[in-house]
């Protein structure tokens, strides 16, 4: 390692970007197989990531004699035309499940137990009772954290990734800089995990207008994509994996889940329990027909929305307040006595939060993506998944690596990327605030790629956010804090136009949350069919797969 006031140079056999599940995963596998790793984040590995918020349930198949317990059914209810898994990276992950789970009760992560000892497992968005229920959740992340440190995993805090490096069509490294203090950094790596979340937030929000009031970690801003994408990484599913969840009023937050499954009723103004009407699984249902039937009800009149819980057992009533919504989001009870929310007493009044926009890298059943030696741990979406999918990406990545790039030749690029970096410091006259570019994207896409969107709505947005592109060279930043921001900014502008082209090539409604009012009905001549895009002759190409 050589360095200097301003610049460090690092190697590594195993290179993690994103210290959330995902990257712990990955480190995890990696460790175990004794290479050499470096996770890199612009958060603290104990609170990065939206783990780093908590959570309230892992999923598991066990093998046990209950209903819909084994890897089979897990494929069965995973592995549908068009989601971009393939069966064996379902399988693969259900077989990692119970040694994930014996890892986490080992680091003392308080998974909840029946009193026969068998886990205390629930049924969620229309899938089986596979979710432990875990107390204290919020912890978890810092228990993860002390053994990976323990383990050997070097680790460097709040530096953030703006580009990947290639060398002769392979991924060699990456540039970044550290978050509080402008030091910049390139890494060569043999092989490169990207695990910086599949979500995409701040790109609407919620009632309160607060970006940072989100679902999941506001500072998700497709990083994962843009930096891809860049690199030349096909990236799928953008048109459809765009989600959102209810939200207690006011408040985002995950955990609403536990609250679905445990037999919540969501009832509109009228008092009308109506999700009956729109699936036969009712509030338990995959969560977009929860979300598309709420809104529904919305746009008809029917708002206020409340979940009414006071007919379910007193004893899982109070744990659903008490630890797992907790759990997710340690500030829940404040927001409780703020709004004098008592589960038992009287409905609590929720809402329809911000979309978040999403996708996943093409990746083969090597966890490799379309750049050689570029792997993807976040295939798979909640703690379970991130935390199993990072895991077999790091344990293939970490028994396929390529010999030490040498990164000289790279050097004119990364003095380049260096400058790039910077260049918000230095901008001087006519400029803007990171607040005002950002607040610019939050209004074209939450008007025109909201819940019900159309053609001309999308070209229209496609031009705005085109047009909001042209400021980036005024975009002023006074501190390190505020040049991580305006480069969180980018990566959300140039997230929210792939999302919203992707978007623009799926002509029906019903596979997402949002409905397209020019084409309101599922086609089935998109049965199966995946839609990528990639960059090619410096645009965003997209086709069908």
Not at 176 to 199: C, E, P, R, W
Not at 486 to 497: I, K
């Amino acid at each position: 390692m050589t360095t200097n006031p301003e610049v460090v140079r690092l190697e590594t056999d195993l290179l993690i970007l994103g210290t959330g599940a995902a990257g712990c995963g990955a480190a995890l596998a990696a460790r175990r197989a004794g290479v050499k790793t470096l996770m890199v984040d612009k958060g603290k590995l104990e609170s990065s990531g939206c783990l780093g918020g908590g959570n309230d349930h892992f999923i598991a198949v066990l093998g046990t004699d209950e209903p819909d317990d084994t890897i089979d059914d897990l494929v069965r209810v995973h592995n549908k035309p068009g989601s971009g898994f393939s069966e064996k990276q379902i399988r693969d992950w259900g077989a990692l499940m119970p040694d994930m789970v014996d890892f986490l009760e080992g680091e003392g992560v308080h998974l909840l137990h029946n009193p026969d000892g068998s886990y205390l497992r629930t049924a969620g968005r229309g899938e089986p009772a596979w979710y432990i229920n875990i107390a204290e959740g919020q912890k978890i992340k810092r228990l993860i954290a002390k053994r990976l440190r323990a383990m050997g995993a070097d680790v460097l805090d709040h530096v953030m990734i703006t580009r990947l490096l290639k060398k002769e069509g392979r991924i060699a490294g990456a540039v970044g800089f550290n978050v509080l203090d402008g030091t910049k950094y390139a890494i060569a790596a043999s092989n490169v995990i990207l695990a910086l979340g599949n979500s995409c937030n701040r790109a609407t929000t919620n009632s309160t207008g607060n970006p940072y009031n989100t679902w999941h970690s506001p500072f998700n801003t497709g990083s994962q994509y843009v930096l891809a994408y860049e690199a030349g990484a096909q990236i799928i599913n953008m048109d459809v994996k765009q989600q959102a969840t209810l939200i207690p009023k006011g408040f985002g937050c995950a955990g609403m889940n536990g609250i679905n499954g445990s037999g919540a009723h969501e009832l509109n103004a009228l008092g009308e329990r109506f999700m009956p009407k729109y699936h036969p699984q009712m509030e338990n249902c995959p969560r977009q027909f929860q979300i598309s039937g709420t809104h529904k009800e919305l746009v008809e009149g029917h708002a206020p929305f409340h979940m009414e819980m006071r007919h379910i057992d007193p004893g899982l009533l109070h744990h659903l307040q008490y630890v797992l919504m907790p759990g997710d989001k340690a500030t829940f009870l404040d927001y409780c006595e703020q709004r004098g929310v008592d589960f038992a007493k009287a409905p609590m009044e929720i809402e329809i939060g911000e979309i978040e926009f999403s996708g996943m890298l093409a990746t083969d059943d090597n966890y490799e993506t379309t750049v050689p030696g570029l792997y993807n741990g976040c295939v798979f979406y909640t703690f379970s998944g991130s935390l199993c999918s990072g895991y077999l990406a790091g344990r293939s990545a970490a028994g396929r690596l390529a010999p030490m790039p040498d990164l000289g030749s790279l050097e004119e690029e990364i003095q380049a990327e260096f400058s790039r970096i910077s260049a918000p410091l230095d901008v001087k006259g006519d400029v803007i605030s990171q607040e005002m570019f950002e607040a610019s994207i939050r209004q074209v896409m939450s008007y025109y790629m909201g819940y019900v969107r159309n053609e001309a709505g999308m070209k229209i947005a496609l031009e705005r956010l085109g047009f909001i592109g042209t400021y980036k060279g005024k975009v002023k930043a006074s501190n390190m804090h505020e040049l991580m921001m305006v480069h969180e900014a980018e990566h959300l502008l140039s997230s929210s136009r792939l999302s919203t082209l992707c978007t623009l090539e799926r002509r029906e409604s019903g596979r997402s949350v949002y409905r397209r009012r020019d084409y309101p009905e599922k086609s089935e001549a998109y049965n199966g069919k995946i839609l990528a895009v990639m960059k090619k002759d410096g645009r965003p190409s997209t086709f069908w797969l």
